[in-house]
């Protein structure tokens, strides 16, 4: 049997990997077996870097919140606050679901959600749909009841899309659209 070859492994690789493997195969199918077949490693390997397959589940958590976060704070840079930020960090919500699936997965069902670093990684998204709310002056307790309506249409419409849920031959794109703007108009009242 040929040697296997040299690969630079260290976390970063290792997760880059994973989210190619949820994004293919989904969630639900992340295994040490097949993560390590993708690197071309032996599975005991990843223990180098990792507290099991438990821990890889947590970075891949980490790391889909904050590739989430990434996504929207670059759509929404140099935008203004209120309703132009609202709809740009919509859009980029659901480009992320609909390119990075099973990485979205995972920025939903964290392993343990109390966890400080999920925790953490998290926050940063609701912090950066708070500051895009700002202009339409709601206190702070309605503020939160509007960001989980704004994340439940969000997460609502790409889940439902995923699932093949939307079966009439209209534009996905312009539903999306009034429905986010439909919310704005809310808000607005």
Do not use: C, W
């Not at 970075?59 to 709809?87: D, H, T, V």
Request: without cysteine; charged residues 25%; glycine residues 8%.
């Amino acid at each position: 049997m040929s040697p296997r070859p040299k690969i630079a492994l260290d976390k970063n690789t290792i997760m880059i990997a994973a989210a190619e493997l949820a994004n293919e195969h989904g969630s639900e199918f992340i295994t040490l077996a097949l993560l390590a077949k993708k690197l071309n490693i032996k599975p005991p390997s990843l223990y180098n870097h990792f507290d099991g397959l438990s821990g890889i589940k947590k970075e891949l958590a980490i790391y889909s919140l904050e590739k989430l976060f990434n996504s929207l704070a670059n759509e929404a840079e140099g935008k203004p606050q209120g309703e132009e930020a609202i709809k740009a960090l919509s859009q980029a919500y659901l480009t992320f679901v609909r390119t990075n699936p099973g990485l979205y997965e995972f920025a939903l069902s964290a392993p343990d959600p109390a966890d400080e670093l999920v925790h953490d990684a998290g926050k940063k998204i609701v912090e950066l749909i708070v500051s895009a709310m700002k202009p339409f002056g709601l206190p702070e307790e309605e503020a939160i009841h509007a960001i989980r309506g704004l994340r439940s249409l969000m997460h609502g419409f790409a889940s439902l899309e995923q699932k093949g849920g939307f079966g009439m031959p209209l534009d996905l794109d312009e539903s999306y659209r009034l429905a986010v703007t439909a919310f704005i108009t809310g808000l607005k009242k």
